[in-house]
């Protein structure tokens, strides 16, 4: 997902249901990018931060125990997700009225309705188990 965004160490990455804190984590440490977990849960807020201190990117990295409908994402110049389609749906007015064109906004596996993607990249992960990410880049309009 870093990857077909393209991030680079002058990007904020947020990732909206955070869990783990994986994909912030890997964000500063292999492009020294900055990053945003958001995830509802506590436990997983908990473990987030432990891994980020583990991983010593925890001045990169900053994740916060909130409802993804309603985070501030306007500093996000690339925002991931992997949410289903209806939570996806109701991200993208939030996300395309909040963030600066050209951010880029990367979902694992679930689209965002009739938006088409820029991109979509097809690959078998590990375990052989199809994948599919979809890229989006913001352009100024506000999506319903």
């Given amino acids: ?23 912030v984590i890997t964000a ?4 020294g990018a900055r ?5 509802f849960d506590p436990d997983r807020i908990a473990e987030a931060n ?22 501030d994402v306007s500093e996000a110049t690339v925002v991931t997700l992997y949410l289903l389609s209806s939570s996806n749906m109701k991200l993208r007015p939030i996300l395309t009225r909040q963030l600066r064109p050209a951010s ?13 993607p820029d991109e979509t990249r097809h690959f078998d992960d590990e375990l052989g188990n199809p994948r599919t990410i979809y890229l989006w880049r913001t352009d100024g309009t506000v999506r319903p």
């Fill in 50 to 71: 432990a891994n980020a201190k583990r991983a010593g990117v925890q001045h990169l990295v900053t994740f916060i125990e909130q409802d993804a409908m309603a985070a």
């Fill in 104 to 116: 880029r906004i990367v979902s694992h596996a679930f689209r965002m309705g009739d938006w088409e």
């Fill in 1 to 23: 997902m870093l990857e077909l965004a393209g991030v680079t160490q002058d990007d904020v990455v947020y990732d909206l249901g955070c869990g783990d804190g994986r994909i």
């Fill in 35 to 39: 990053g945003v977990g958001i995830d």
């Fill in 28 to 31: 500063a440490q292999r492009f």
